[in-house]
């Protein structure tokens, strides 16, 4: 499922290192390594692909070797070593490729997409995730496959878009029917809850308002009716507790949203009592629930509280997502209290974790995607290999929505040039854009409006930049523009001619009464800077603006 089990069993002794002696091949250690993961003894199915692993090694069987990568990644994935367990699946990936073993890449590419989507690398989730789900037969649909596609629903749902979460996930119930001996639609339908959930949290941050709660009460009937008949029996020993835990905490958010304190304190209680002794992910989700349940009694204080520790357990966890989740859940309760202050510094310390997070995805992806496309292009002809790369190309440095230049657009360029400015002493400018009260736009006008607005932002940016400069979309409503051979002074006086050109913009003619401004913040590369420190002070240049907001949107230099 998309949430797999990451505690240790409730009785561990059930399953010791004892009772997983490998046997007399490297077959028989792998057969155990399996059952200690069905069973949850994670730390058992490590040691075993571990032997197995170097033992393969030293013959040289790649077939081997990449079944105990794979068995090595899923271990470090229940317990909850998500950047090696993304490591350890992409090299077994990668043997599974070259072997041509599409079974044994399927499973991977699951592993690998969970741990990248919990790690806040929401792209390459997606990408394993895909590759997984067509890497088998549709019409023969196997668990491999079902788990495939819950992995991309998921991965969807992080990524913000909730439509095609539920398809993905739709696909995922009809799948399990058609499978031999058919499965449980129930693990798929439960992270259709989670997705609804997930949607409910965006539609509050960004509308101040839930919205109608019908769809999650009714799915929460469905897998009470699917509890009740006992289908989610049928999952595994380690799966079987993460998803009552998950349960439990829908059913608790549900309480909390709908104004029953009762029922939310008598959820949440439930939720912490199905932890573990181990920190894990559904630590974060336990306080998740207590937090909401705070909000709604308007007990600030312990409201503030369990959202730190939803923070701090997912940090624990490596669960990057639910960390970012519990930074803009802080958001909102600390501007529900007028402490804009702190709320603002919570929004820096949310952007600068995302930013890691995308820092850390840039290397893998584009060292996986080049050895891809190595591997395949003994199988395709030059021209479909040359149309393929064009189309990556494309897809990877674009920005979908605006059609302008991606965060890794950007961060590709400044890597680049930043060193060769510095060492030849030429000038180098980074200038953060944000858009004026955003939110106030959607809320007021509608997301339809917002998209137009940021395309219509990013085209006067486009337009205005000079030739062999760049601009680009980081992320919601933030830009950024690169300038080559321009210090700062040079660098504001281009800004300002932007900020008026949007400031002028006739964007009475995509709303009535609609006015959008940007505020800017411009910062000159020096000596001895890095590429995060400059765009840290170009970043802390623009807030010093929002701050103290006003029409002209243009900060001081920044040295």
């Not at 959930?197 to 101040?208: E, F, I, P, V």
């Amino acid at each position: 499922m998309g949430f797999p089990d990451r505690r240790k069993p409730a009785h561990p002794d059930s399953c010791t290192e004892a009772d997983r002696q490998p046997g007399d091949s490297a077959e028989d250690a792998l057969s155990q390594a399996d059952l200690a993961l069905h069973d949850g003894c994670h730390p058992d199915a490590r040691a075993l692909a571990q032997s197995v692993l170097i033992a393969a090694r030293s013959t040289g069987d790649l077939q081997l070797e990449a079944r105990a990568l794979s068995c090595l990644a899923r271990s470090d994935s229940l317990g909850s070593r998500l950047r090696r367990a993304a490591d350890t699946a992409r090299r077994a990936a990668q043997l599974f490729q070259r072997l041509g073993d599409a079974e044994g890449e399927t499973v991977v590419q699951n592993t690998l997409s969970h741990a990248c989507m919990l790690l806040g690398r929401n792209d390459e989730a997606i990408e394993a995730a895909l590759l997984s789900a067509s890497l088998g037969d549709a019409a023969q649909p196997t668990a491999a496959m079902v788990a495939a596609h819950n992995c991309l629903g998921m991965a969807y749902c992080w990524s913000g878009n909730h439509d095609r979460s539920n398809a993905a996930l739709d696909a995922a119930v009809h799948m399990a029917a058609r499978c031999t001996p058919a499965l449980s639609p129930y693990p798929s339908r439960l992270n259709q809850l989670w997705v609804e959930a997930a949607r409910l949290a965006d539609l509050r941050y960004h509308s101040g308002s839930m919205g109608g709660l019908q769809p999650m009460g009714r799915l929460i009937q469905e897998c009470r009716r699917l509890e009740q008949l006992g289908v989610h029996s049928a999952s595994g020993a380690a799966e079987r507790p993460a998803m009552r835990t998950i349960s439990t905490s829908m059913k608790g958010l549900f309480a909390a949203w709908r104004g029953d304190v009762a029922n939310a304190r008598l959820y949440a209680d439930r939720a912490l009592g199905s932890l573990g002794g181990t920190v894990t992910w559904l630590d974060a989700l336990a306080r998740w629930v207590v937090a909401e349940g705070a909000w709604s009694e308007g007990d600030w204080a312990a409201a503030e509280h369990g959202f730190e520790e939803m923070r701090a357990s997912a940090v624990t966890a490596e669960h990057e997502q639910l960390a970012c989740l519990a930074h803009l859940l802080q958001v909102q309760v600390l501007e529900l209290q007028g402490k804009h202050a702190r709320a603002c510094t919570e929004m820096r310390l949310l952007r600068a974790r995302e930013r890691r997070a995308l820092a850390e995805g840039v290397a893998s992806r584009e060292a996986a995607v080049r050895w891809q496309l190595g591997a395949r292009q003994s199988e395709l002809s030059l021209e479909q290999a040359l149309e393929a790369a064009k189309r990556f190309e494309r897809w990877s440095l674009e920005d979908p929505l605006t059609g302008m230049a991606n965060r890794r657009a950007f961060e590709r360029a400044l890597t680049e040039r930043l060193p060769a400015a510095v060492a030849d002493g030429r000038s180098l400018s980074v200038a953060m854009v944000d858009v004026d009260r955003f939110k106030s736009v959607n809320d007021t006008h509608s997301h339809q409006i917002g998209d137009r607005v940021l395309q219509s932002v990013a085209s006067v940016l486009s337009s205005s930049v000079r030739e062999g400069d760049i601009a680009a979309r980081l992320a919601g409503d933030e830009f950024v523009m690169l300038f080559s051979d321009a210090d700062a002074a040079a660098a504001t006086e281009i800004c300002e001619r932007i900020a008026a050109a949007v400031a002028g913009f006739d964007w009475e003619s995509l709303a009535s009464g609609l006015q959008v401004t940007i505020s800017i913040g411009v910062s000159q590369a020096v000596e001895g800077d890095t590429i995060d420190t400059l765009v840290h002070r170009s970043d802390a240049s623009m807030y010093s603006v929002k701050s103290g907001w006003a029409p002209t949107g243009m900060a001081e230099l920044a040295a």
